[in-house]
């Protein structure tokens, strides 16, 4: 906010605005430095291996992908009624495209997301158990 308030000061065409609508600028400055800092962090939190994009997805491509699901899992209406996504297919289909896409978008709207493989995750579930971890990853998971 101090760094909005000095870039105020080196304007004079906003001395003439009033008291107001410059503490407006500068909240507003604030609250989306704010914004794209958390986004920034949980997208990094994700730790996406792609940085897939909904937008960026070809239907026309025959994988069998049905666009409407992928559009309905966009909305993020799956995240509200707290279920997870688990992707099959065969390799080279796009997958992980696919999950880090769905990723990147809870994550721009504000939800915390995390992409894993399942071997990776069964290998992680199977330390935690024998090292007695077990408990905390449940809770970090949920």
Do not use: H
């Amino acid at each position: 906010m101090a760094d909005a308030f000095k870039e105020q000061l080196l304007q004079p065409d906003l001395y003439d605005l009033p008291f107001e609508e410059r503490f407006t600028l500068l909240v507003d400055r604030q609250w989306t430095w704010k914004e794209d800092r958390r986004m920034k962090r949980l997208l990094k939190n994700a730790k996406l291996k792609i940085n897939g994009c909904i937008e960026d997805i070809d239907f026309k491509t025959p994988r069998g992908i049905d666009k409407s699901v992928i559009l309905r899992l966009a909305n993020g209406d799956w995240i509200k009624r707290t279920q997870n996504i688990i992707i099959t297919g065969p390799t080279g289909v796009g997958k992980t495209y696919l999950a880090c896409a769905i990723a990147n978008r809870a994550c721009r709207m504000g939800y915390s997301a995390f992409y894993i493989r399942v071997p990776r995750l069964f290998q992680e579930l199977a330390i935690a158990r024998g090292d007695g971890s077990y408990p905390k990853i449940q809770t970090s998971s949920s």
